[in-house]
């Protein structure tokens, strides 16, 4: 069936860059999309990317997106402690406009 | 309104009441949508409306869970016999709700039920 995976932790000290990765299985997705969760709030989107893309950049954002291997990470450049959130990948199914696909999320710890 | 706005934030109710989760989506977005978050798990769909054709039920996890969208606009989640496994974050997102571009949904805070 449709999943979307990431690894649960990642910890990076301030200044340098982030990396999360996300995986998926269905090749028909049409849109994939970053949000973020800070402590006790809603999730907010960060950026999306349209499946006929291979990269998005956004200020400090980078999205690199491989198909082929079903593959999509969001680099962050410069992470600072405002950083410091869970970051979830979501993909959209062809023909199905209503339940994104869900990853359970990447909890992003900076260091100082 | 300029967000999604959820009430109430945070609910402590007893086993076996019944609690109400209100949602007031964004001005014009005819999408409408509830998810569950549990502690340290993803996002759980539970119901999805969209403009006037009836409502996708298929994530309501029991038949105790209901939801209604009066006027196309605000949205009620109804827990009926609350359950200790029913404690999670309630979050309601809107999105103009087009079959075509990104259709980002919007989030809003989230309500925080508590079953003692």
């Known amino acids: 069936g449709e999943d979307v995976e990431q690894s649960l932790f990642l910890s990076v000290r301030e200044g340098d860059s982030s990396v999360i990765n996300c995986t998926y299985t269905?090749?028909?997705?049409?849109?994939l999309y970053w949000y973020k969760q800070e402590p006790g709030a809603g999730l907010q989107l960060l950026t999306y990317?349209?499946?006929n893309m291979d990269m998005k950049q956004d200020q400090r954002l980078t999205v690199l997106l491989n198909k082929k291997d079903k593959h999509l990470s969001l680099r962050i450049a410069d992470t600072q402690t405002g950083d410091s959130a869970i970051y979830f990948c979501?993909?959209?199914?062809?023909?199905?406009?209503?339940?994104?696909?869900w990853g359970l999320g990447t909890s992003l710890a900076v260091n100082p | 309104g300029a967000g999604v706005s959820q009430s109430p934030s945070n609910k402590v109710t007893e086993k076996g009441k019944d609690v109400e989760l209100r949602c007031d989506p964004i001005s014009g977005h005819t999408a409408l949508y509830w998810y569950r978050q549990s502690l340290g798990q993803g996002l759980e769909f539970l119901i999805y409306?969209?403009?006037?054709?009836?409502?996708?039920k298929s994530g309501l996890p029991s038949d105790r869970f209901s939801a209604e969208r009066t006027g196309g606009s605000v949205s009620t989640l109804t827990i009926q016999r609350t359950q200790q496994e029913d404690s999670a974050v309630y979050l309601c997102?809107?999105?103009?709700?087009?079959?075509?571009?990104?259709?980002?949904?919007?989030f809003g805070a989230g309500s925080r039920l508590t079953v003692l």
């Open positions: 409306f969209q403009g006037n054709s009836a409502p996708d």
């Open positions: 997102a809107s999105s103009l709700g087009s079959q075509t571009g990104a259709n980002v949904l919007t």
């Open positions: 979501a993909e959209r199914p062809a023909g199905n406009n209503r339940k994104l696909i």
């Open positions: 269905d090749s028909s997705s049409t849109y």
């Open positions: 990317i349209f499946s």
